[in-house]
């Protein structure tokens, strides 16, 4: 006799097309920093959706905005204006330190948006289509056509091209080689502020002032990527506000609703008029459930302090592993960024072994880059939540 979790999972495979490799898991709920399967199981959540759900699951507050929002209105188009379309942008325009924000579905399309505005910006100047961009090696930036085409993984992009021209590569975190790709038609430098799909690399400061730079001298625009990195994760509410390093536009998702989709790009006081009615749109963009969402977010995150509470649980964790690694061979090396953390496994330990076997114990982790295990749990976390991954943790690797 199958299972319940059987019957769903059969159902799914045969109507879904096959681009995912799902873990024979179906969840139906979660509540704080726990998710539950269909079978009643529990399983301590240290993925958030990747990097999504930030306040954690079933949080009353937030519930209760997007559910009255619900009865309220949920589409009217980009052709009038919401409250809380209003309300959102002004709450992220203020959160970045930007100046006009762009409401988007996904992730990906942010980073859409952005590519376009840093070619209409060059176009302006000089009235030509053949500007490059800079992005780097092992970023990942999303698998629609333009972001795919900055997206730093060969693998990624080679059954689709032709893809955007004039993108080239660079080595994260070597200012020398960013130098090297620049010439007269070079228009942006794209780069996240945190490597996330990559295995979890921060950037360095002298990288990132460098960038920066750059970009003032050859009036070029830094955009920094930080759609799983920003809000709150890295212990600020964006990540490159610990560098003293201000973008010229910053794409924002995943967190922003935390698991309403959506995604933003938000732009400075210099770029601010260069996409204009006709350059730029979105039927789903900024609609009033997904800014509902958004707004309630930022509202969360001011009354209960999250951003503080990132940085005194976030030291723990690294602790935790730093101590994890000095007892295990299979551990290369510990790194991150608040609480964005990257287990770089040893070869002789694949990476995937290590979430199944989590998993079997009832924990959810997932992986990055070359054998990285990532670590981007709710930013509610505590310090019990963290002894507990810690002890299941250590559980897999014995």
Do not use: W
């Not at 994260?172 to 228009?187: E, F, P, Q, R, W």
């Not at 609609?287 to 302090?305: Q, R």
Request: charged fraction near 20%.
């Amino acid at each position: 006799m199958q299972t319940k979790t059987n019957r769903i999972i059969n159902k799914a495979e045969e109507n879904l097309i096959h681009t995912y490799n799902r873990a024979e898991l179906v969840l139906d709920h979660g509540d704080g920093v726990y998710l539950y399967d269909v079978e009643g199981n529990k399983y301590l959540d240290f993925a958030a959706g990747i990097a999504v759900y930030a306040l954690g699951y079933n949080y009353k507050d937030y519930n209760e905005s997007v559910k009255a929002q619900v009865d309220k209105l949920l589409h009217i188009s980009n052709l009038y204006y919401s409250e809380p379309l209003a309300d959102a942008a002004a709450k992220l325009v203020k959160a970045t330190g930007l100046s006009k924000a762009f409401f988007t579905n996904s992730g990906t399309e942010a980073i859409e948006g952005a590519l376009k505005l840093a070619k209409k910006y060059a176009y302006l100047k000089d009235n030509s289509t053949d500007h490059e961009i800079i992005a780097m090696e092992h970023s990942f930036h999303g698998r629609s056509m333009g972001a795919l085409s900055v997206t730093g993984n060969a693998h990624y992009r080679e059954a689709f091209g032709p893809l955007i021209p004039g993108i080239c590569f660079a080595k994260y975190n070597d200012l020398d080689s960013v130098k090297a790709l620049i010439n007269n038609k070079t228009c942006a430098i794209i780069c996240e502020t945190v490597q996330g799909e990559g295995g979890i690399f921060p950037a360095n400061r002298e990288f990132l002032e460098g960038l920066r730079q750059l970009c003032d001298e050859n009036d070029m625009l830094l955009i920094l990527d930080e759609i799983q990195c920003g809000m709150g994760r890295c212990g600020s509410m964006f990540a490159y506000q610990q560098y003293g390093v201000m973008p010229d536009v910053v794409t924002s998702a995943k967190a922003l609703g935390c698991g309403v989709p959506v995604g933003a790009f938000v732009v400075n006081e210099k770029t601010q008029q260069v996409l204009v009615p006709g350059d730029h749109g979105t039927t789903y963009g900024g609609n009033p459930l997904a800014t509902a969402a958004v707004s309630k977010v930022f509202d969360l995150f001011e009354e209960n302090d999250i951003v503080a509470h990132v940085n005194e649980t976030a030291p723990y964790l690294m602790e935790c592993l730093t101590e994890f690694a000095g007892r295990h061979r299979q551990v290369k090396e510990v790194r991150g960024m608040g609480l964005m953390c990257g287990i770089q496994l040893d070869e002789s330990l694949p990476v995937g072994k290590v979430v199944s076997a989590a998993r079997e114990k009832g924990l959810i982790v997932i992986s990055a880059g070359l054998n990285t295990l990532r670590l981007v749990p709710p930013l509610v976390v505590t310090k019990d939540n963290i002894d507990e991954m810690m002890g299941i943790l250590e559980k897999c690797i014995e």
